[in-house]
C-alpha cells in the first residue's frame, strides 16, 4: 500500500513539473457596422449573424432567399404578387397594402417594398442580419429585424482584373 502512495506522489510531481505550453488559438475578430459604426462583434448588444463574402461566394449564395438557409429564424418567401420576408417568425403575411416587417438595406439605403428581395447577392462584401426591432438606429419598417447589405470596396490600383458569370434558368 505504501508503494502505491509513493508512485502515486511521483507520478504527481513529474506530471506538476512537466507542463506542456499550449498555444492558443485566437479567435478571428468580425468587424459588423449593425450599429451604424464599426465595432467587433463580440462588442455590440444586438443579435446578428454575419454571413461574409467568403461564404456567399462558397456555397452559392445568390438570393436572400437563399440566405434563409445559413441564417436562423429568417426566410424569404415568394409567390405570385410578391416577396414575403419572415423573421422570428412574423411578417406581413400576403397583404399587399403593408410594407415589409423586416427592414433591408443596401449600403445604407432603405429598399422598402417586398418585390425587392428578389435582389441578387453579388459582389458583396458582407451581409449582417440583425434580429429583433431596429427602429431606433434604422427607422420605420424593422419590426422584426433589418438586413443591412455591404457591398465590396473597389481595388484601386489592381493589376488584378476578375469577373463572374452566372446563368441560371427556372
Given amino acids: ?36 459604426k464599426e465595432e467587433s462583434l463580440q462588442d455590440i448588444s444586438v443579435s446578428v449573424t454575419v454571413v461574409d463574402g467568403e461564404l456567399i461566394e462558397k456555397a452559392a449564395i445568390n438570393s436572400l432567399q437563399d440566405l434563409g438557409r445559413y441564417v436562423p429564424n ?40 417586398g418585390r425587392q428581395f428578389r435582389t441578387g447577392l453579388f459582389d458583396v462584401e458582407r451581409v449582417e442580419v440583425l434580429r429583433g426591432p431596429q427602429g431606433t438606429l434604422f427607422g420605420k419598417n424593422t419590426l422584426t429585424g433589418a438586413i443591412n447589405v455591404i457591398s465590396a470596396k473597389p481595388v484601386i490600383g489592381a493589376d488584378d482584373i476578375s469577373g463572374r458569370v452566372s446563368i441560371a434558368a427556372s
Fill in 1 to 36: 500500500m505504501k508503494r502505491i502512495m509513493q508512485s502515486t506522489l511521483a507520478f504527481a510531481i513529474a506530471m506538476t513539473f512537466s507542463v506542456v505550453t499550449v498555444k492558443a488559438q485566437e479567435l478571428e475578430e468580425i468587424i459588423v457596422t449593425a450599429t451604424k
Fill in 74 to 113: 429568417f426566410s424569404v418567401s415568394e409567390n405570385a404578387i410578391s416577396t414575403i420576408a419572415t423573421m422570428r417568425g412574423i411578417s406581413i403575411g400576403a397583404n399587399q397594402s403593408f410594407e415589409q416587417s423586416v427592414g433591408l438595406f443596401v449600403d445604407g439605403v432603405h429598399l422598402p417594398k
